[in-house]
């Protein structure tokens, strides 16, 4: 008996081992892997509160991880209008592309329509008082902005989106 009772503890502990590095692993490589991903297989990132804080900005934490609006006018990327991919700044999945980017007026990055299906998760919101549809990623759930159907055609669709929750790869170097 007392035999079985090691066997079974060394088991439990390599099995521990082993999912711990399979994890380590994933997050490591979300990064490119999903900036990269072309077919319909979005892969899910999920992260502690703590790893997300050792990873992000300040900033950064607060928009994506804590749904919080960075100032108009106050991004990086707004008024971008180089050709290339915007993906999202905590994993790296490619959310938009510059065709689909649009002048809003809004000094925040606005997209007509996200580059495909399952990029974007949508979710109703109804804080300050306001019911708008909140727009996620896909992958990591991070918070990009709203959605707003005010936008041009083709979608009649604005995302609105934040500078900060979104990383830009021109298009030469994709
Ligand atoms: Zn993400």
Known sequence: MRGIIFVWCILSFACGQSSQQATGQIDRTAKKVSASLVGD???QVEKSAKQWRSELTEMEYY?????????????DLWNNKKE????CAGCG?????SETKFKSGTG???FYEP?????????????????RVEVLCGSCGGHQGHVFPDGPQPTGLRYCI?????????????
């Not at 934040?162 to 994709?174: A, I, M, Q, R, T």
């Open 108 to 110: 925040w990055p606005s």
């Open 84 to 87: 290339g991919t915007y993906t």
């Open 162 to 174: 934040n500078s900060v929750s979104l990383d830009f790869v021109p298009k030469n170097e994709n």
């Open 93 to 97: 999945l490619a959310l938009f592309d």
């Open 63 to 75: 928009v994506l991880r804590e749904s919080g609006t960075e100032r108009a006018f106050t991004g």
């Open 41 to 43: 297989t979005i892969p």
């Open 115 to 131: 580059i495909g299906e399952g990029r974007i998760i949508e979710k109703e919101d109804i804080s300050h008082g306001m019911r």
